[in-house]
């Protein structure tokens, strides 16, 4: 695994074996620690880390990191049997090979320098940068965030990427799954690919090849990418530019892209984008009126739908009981959902979406 450096500290996800049983994630402090963690699982179960090492880890415990301090030098683009765009409604595999085979092929001219890996049921492109980006406040994050969205939305236009999961690349929270570790749902291993295999595999021939563990990396292009992010000057939310992001919904409820990228999905998102999570869908449940004027049957309601919303979204540490009690602290007290000069501050702001301006549906 060392096509990129490898820092730490970062975190692990830690599955159980057994139904029922939580996932959570584990700060592992240096390569023997990440060593065993791998060992121990790798070829039996799922094994997954952050994208990215830190610089600090958060006060008074310390054992998670500061997902405001990362060491951004590369960022991972998952191409998911999925139309992200509609929804996420299922494709057919050769749907989303063609997007890669297209990107690859794009890539492969421009001399850019990445990784291809197929994944079990779709891709992991990862893309060197030029530089390290080591931001130290949500509002640096959110910089990076946005001017990494800008630069992948060309791409998006240039070869309607739809199947490329929008809340993964350049999420600092986010974990991926280890390069040339075992998907366990899948029952096959990540594999590097060449150029041939991108262009001519069928998903048949990728299964056959992947049912073995695969070693090393396989080098694209030689020239590290540019992200042009205004380091180490303070820009404040009114300077970001507005970017394409795709809307997320459930049922008739339209929630903000930056909030849907950070909270909604399969996986372990840190506590904070969860409340904000609650806190929106509570503020939209009682039209964003004050909490005082909702009756009390219709707070216990809104209790129950936002619990529930949460328990579908595939959380790995999702417990009923705790999730409930919170998000009742949450309706009762009346949290409004957070502003777009908060979401950037601290770090989940994409970039001013159509809500922003109120060019885009009602919300």
């Keep these: 695994m060392s096509f990129v450096p490898i820092d730490f500290p970062r975190e692990v996800l830690v599955l159980s074996s057994i139904e029922g049983i939580m996932g959570y994630r584990l700060l592992v402090k240096n390569e023997k620690e990440l060593e065993s963690y791998w060992r121990g699982r790798n070829g039996s179960g799922n094994v997954f880390f952050t994208t990215y090492g830190y610089r600090g880890t958060q006060a ?25 765009r509609n929804k996420g409604v299922e494709v057919p595999f050769e749907i989303p090979q063609q997007q890669v085979k297209d990107l690859h092929q794009y890539f492969i001219e421009e001399d850019i320098k990445h990784y291809v890996w197929f994944s079990g049921g779709g891709f992991h492109v990862w893309i060197m940068l030029d530089r390290t980006h080591t931001p130290s406040s949500g509002s640096a994050v959110s910089r990076i965030k946005h001017a990494g969205r800008k630069m992948v939305n060309e791409w998006h236009k240039m070869f309607n990427l739809r199947c490329n999961d929008p809340g993964v690349y350049f999420d600092t929270a986010r974990m991926i799954r280890i390069p040339n570790s075992y998907n366990a749902k899948r029952g096959c291993w990540m594999m590097p690919l060449t150029t041939t295999q991108i262009m001519e595999n069928t998903y048949e021939d990728f299964m056959e090849q992947s049912q073995d563990p695969h070693r090393g990396f396989i080098q694209h292009g030689n020239t590290s990418i540019k992200l042009n992010v205004k380091d180490n000057v303070e820009v404040s939310f009114g300077e970001i530019e507005t970017v394409d992001v795709a809307t997320t919904s459930l049922s008739d409820i339209h929630i903000l892209p930056c909030i849907a990228h950070s909270a909604m999905g399969e996986g372990n998102p840190p506590h904070r984008a969860r409340v904000f999570f609650a806190s929106y869908l509570a503020d939209r449940l009682r039209n964003f009126r004050p909490h005082y004027t909702v009756s009390d049957k219709s707070k216990r309601e809104h209790i129950q739908q936002i619990s529930q919303i949460c328990g579908q979204q595939g959380w790995v540490d999702y417990d009923p009981i705790r999730t409930e009690g919170q998000v009742a602290s949450i309706v009762t007290a009346g949290y409004s959902h957070p502003t777009c000069s908060t979401l950037y501050m601290e770090g989940f702001c994409l970039g001013k979406c159509k809500y922003y301006d109120g060019t885009g549906d009602e919300i």
Excluded: A, L
Aim: a negative charge; aromatic letters at 16%.
């Design 60 to 84: 008074p415990k310390h054992h998670r990191v500061n997902y405001d301090t990362p060491m951004i030098h590369h960022f991972v683009m998952d191409f998911d049997c999925k139309d992200f």
